[in-house]
């Protein structure tokens, strides 16, 4: 055997990859989105642990590489199907994870399930490292260029596949990568790269239905479906989400978000649009008759159209089309729909564009896109921009999006709005009802912050807020409202049953008076972000209302350590809906991590320490390896920090947060993967520079990214990924050298600490991507680039 398995290592790579991310949209249809982040967190610990296990194996591997390779890649591919079928099947409900005491050991069940493949997975390029110990830096070469393949491969694949056959795809890859292998590595019976192919046959074979996704029965989908009669009458998939679409023939459907109490019509029978099971949005059944949408003026977000005459009207976020017909209802005479998941668009324009009458045909110009995104673009002024709500009342409300990053709330996403207005004209933003109040009171302080930058002297003077049993409304206006504004905003609110929450001049007394709650704190909150100790009023409010930003884009988090023991307190009162969910999941899951990737790394420690060194070269110093710890924990923060920060910039630029996935990681992984091949070439100790590099690169990339969200967003889509690909270029090529640059040094010091760097850079990884998600919460993704300029600073300084 005179080469390494190059080829196989590149394809076990991009399966592991594709599996990541097929497992992120697998269980975000299963479960929520950041349980699903939990789950494949601690999953991927796998990578860390396939290198601690090899440290205590090594001389099996000189020995037997070549089966011990091939049964690694082939327990992967199987593994990846038989361990989702097993752990999609363990009754684990995160929501019942407080007073459920068996929910903890199905949750490790879960973890342990999943790790399984992700160990056989870096197992097999762990022991490609340690036995061509003379090839390392184009052993990592390919390993990174496989995965940058695997990610682009498995967005691509999503588009034409559903989740369950990509998954049987990515299984019978691992197979594939372990026949190669045995080619590759010289093996002269042909019957197991036989076995191999008959294998990853039997996986494409398997029946749909074992790997169909199970949703959890406390999503709105599954509880919908429990109505007698109702079904799924259309299903659409794509990397964006399961679109599905229900119809109830014996109990028809008709949501009306905060539809008033004194309404006297009901909606038309409708369809109901699910995202992922979540995110209800209504498909209404529209004959053309203009008074069968007459419960379109009877909810909050009606409002501005009793403000406005015949107006020109932006909705963002459209779905289904409910805000459209509610635009066409009140006479707007040019309707332009914005809405991002393409086959929500072509649903409504195709099988159900009869039904809907013709909602997204001539009655609106419909443009998929990124909400955000197509108002940088948009060159055109409306005399109303109108912000749909379409998450889920229960999901939001549980903080089950307090992960999410949301550039449609930001400070500058309210100044880009109102630049798009016209003199006089609305921007409109509906949001759901929380009590404590939570998000009106987040978007009140984003929206004063947005006219204060615009030069708003008396920002109070242009916002107002109305309340409806279930929704609230927040009004921006591009001008003060005159006594006549003020007055058909009081007339709308005193025929539906509406609570007034504020407009310019006020009386408390005049708030709370038809949907009474203790106090009229709407109303107080409004006033004190309006006055001058706005900044103590958010620090001592029970919930974080500081505005979002571009740099924290968090819209949805409003969690306060401070509020736990009083919101914990109250559970056997029903208080825990009061608990934001997604941020102590996000810091259960790095407590976690850290427990775990401290067994993994010291364990194989101890091992090298207790069994001595062979050729007489004795155990390495407490010194020696405490640098190769600190330097390949630093370079793994380092490398996950900027990948994740980048991440969610680009979605801004990118327009679209798929393009940003895809983009971003493809071409960090591409680049990375030259320059480690390149890092091979070079002399003496280099680390220092190319730390340096590093960093120049990254504050580049920082200084020019403001500049091209303000004057590059409306190029063409090819050429901004074309902009952000040579923008990480020489970021990624610099970044991908570190890790074989200290390998080598490794190997020449001693070759038993290989397996055990790549574990200690595995769990670094794994730990450092829930990190920067929670730093990023708190001190935005600059500082979070920042802070990984610091760990590239200590593995210059720790360079073993």
Request: proline share 6%; aromatic share 10%; hydrophobic share 55%.
């Amino acid at each position: 055997m005179t080469a390494a398995p190059l080829i196989a290592v590149a394809l076990v790579s991009a399966a592991a990859l594709a599996y990541e991310i097929l497992l992120m949209r697998l269980f975000s249809i299963i479960l929520w989105h950041h349980f699903a982040y939990m789950i494949i967190s601690l999953a991927l610990l796998g990578w860390g642990a396939s290198g601690a296990l090899l440290t205590l194996a090594q001389h099996a591997v000189q020995q037997r590489f070549a089966p011990l390779f091939c049964a690694a890649a082939a327990a992967f591919g199987l593994t990846a199907v038989g361990c989702f079928v097993v752990a999609q099947r363990v009754p684990f409900n995160p929501l019942e994870i407080l007073w459920d005491p068996r929910q903890p050991a199905y949750l490790l069940a879960v973890y342990l399930l999943l790790l399984l493949p992700f160990l056989c997975a870096g197992a097999c390029v762990c022991m490609t490292l340690q036995r061509f110990r003379g090839e390392l830096s184009r052993i990592y070469s390919v390993d990174i260029l496989g995965a940058g393949a695997g990610s682009l491969g498995i967005v691509a694949l999503l588009f034409v596949l559903s989740p369950a056959d990509a998954l049987q795809l990515v299984g019978a890859l691992g197979c594939v990568a372990a026949a190669v292998g045995w080619i590759e590595c010289g093996g002269r019976r042909r019957w197991p790269v036989l076995a191999m192919v008959a294998l990853a046959g039997a996986v494409l074979l398997l029946p749909a239905a074992w790997l169909a996704p199970v949703m959890s029965p406390y999503k709105e989908l599954s509880q919908t479906l429990r109505i007698p009669g109702a079904r799924v009458v259309a299903q659409r998939s794509s990397p964006l989400g399961l679109v599905s679409v229900v119809e109830s023939p014996r109990i028809p459907l008709r949501h009306a978000p905060g539809l008033s109490l004194t309404a006297s019509t009901e909606p038309p029978p409708q369809w109901g649009v699910f995202t992922d099971g979540e995110g209800l949005n209504a498909l209404t059944r529209f004959d053309g008759r203009r008074s069968s949408l007459a419960h379109l003026d009877q909810i909050s977000s009606a409002l501005p159209y009793h403000l406005l005459r015949q107006p020109r009207v932006l909705v963002l976020g459209a779905g289904a089309g409910a805000d459209v017909l509610q635009a066409h209802y009140h006479g707007a005479r040019r309707i332009d729909a914005v809405e991002l998941n393409p086959q929500v668009v072509e649903l409504v324009q195709g099988r159900f564009a009869a039904a809907a009458g013709g909602v997204y045909g001539p009655m609106a110009r419909v443009h998929v896109a990124e909400a955000r995104g197509f108002v940088a673009a948009s060159h055109d002024r409306y005399d109303l921009i109108q912000v749909a709500l379409l998450d889920s009342f229960s999901a939001s409300s549980a903080g089950l999006y307090a992960l999410a990053e949301n550039y449609l709330y930001t400070v500058e996403a309210l100044q880009d709005d109102l630049r798009h207005l016209q003199p006089g004209g609305l921007l409109a933003v509906t949001r759901w009802v929380t009590l404590p109040p939570r998000d009106a009171l987040k978007l009140f302080a984003a929206a004063v912050v947005a006219l204060e930058r615009s030069g708003i002297a008396d920002p109070g003077s242009r916002l107002a807020l109305i309340r409806s049993w279930k929704t609230s409304t927040l009004l921006v206006k591009n001008g003060a409202w005159t006594p006549e504004d003020i007055a058909a905003i009081k007339g709308f609110c005193v025929a539906r049953s509406f609570d007034v929450a504020f407009y310019p001049g006020m009386r408390r007394d005049e708030a709370n008076r038809f949907n009474v709650v203790e106090g009229p704190d709407l109303f107080d909150g409004a006033q004190a972000l309006l006055g001058p100790d706005r900044d103590a009023f958010m620090a001592r409010y029970k919930f974080h209302i500081e505005p979002a930003t571009d740099d924290k884009p968090h819209f949805f988090h409003f969690f306060k350590w401070r509020s736990l023991p009083e919101l914990l307190s109250l559970k056997g009162q029903g208080g825990l809906p009061l608990l934001e969910w997604g941020y102590p999941v996000l810091v259960a899951t790095l407590a976690q991590a850290v427990v775990a990737s401290l067994l993994l790394i010291g364990l194989p420690l101890a091992w090298v320490a207790r069994t001595g060194a062979p050729h007489g070269r004795g155990v390495p110093s407490t010194g020696s390896r405490g640098r190769v710890l600190a330097y390949f924990l630093a370079i793994g923060f380092g490398f996950m920090f900027i990948e994740i920060a980048f991440i969610q910039k680009f979605v801004l630029f990118l327009s679209h947060p798929l393009y940003a996935i895809a983009v971003v990681l493809f071409a960090f992984l591409l680049f990375a993967g030259i320059g480690s091949r390149v890092s091979g070439r070079l002399k003496g100790s280099p680390v220092p520079a190319v730390v340096g590099a590093i960093a120049v690169s990254a504050a580049l990339c920082l200084l020019l990214l403001p500049w091209l969200f303000q004057h590059a967003m409306g190029l063409p889509d090819a050429v901004r990924i074309l902009i952000s690909a040579a923008l990480i270029a020489p970021l990624a090529f610099f970044m991908g050298m570190p890790f074989p640059l200290g390998l080598a040094r490794v190997e020449a010091a001693d070759a038993r600490l290989i397996p055990w760097a790549w574990g200690i850079n595995g769990c670094a990884s794994v730990t450092a991507a829930v990190l920067a998600t929670l730093l990023a919460i708190h001190i935005g993704f600059t500082a979070v680039v920042m802070a990984a300029l610091a760990m590239y600073g200590v593995a210059a300084a720790a360079r073993p």
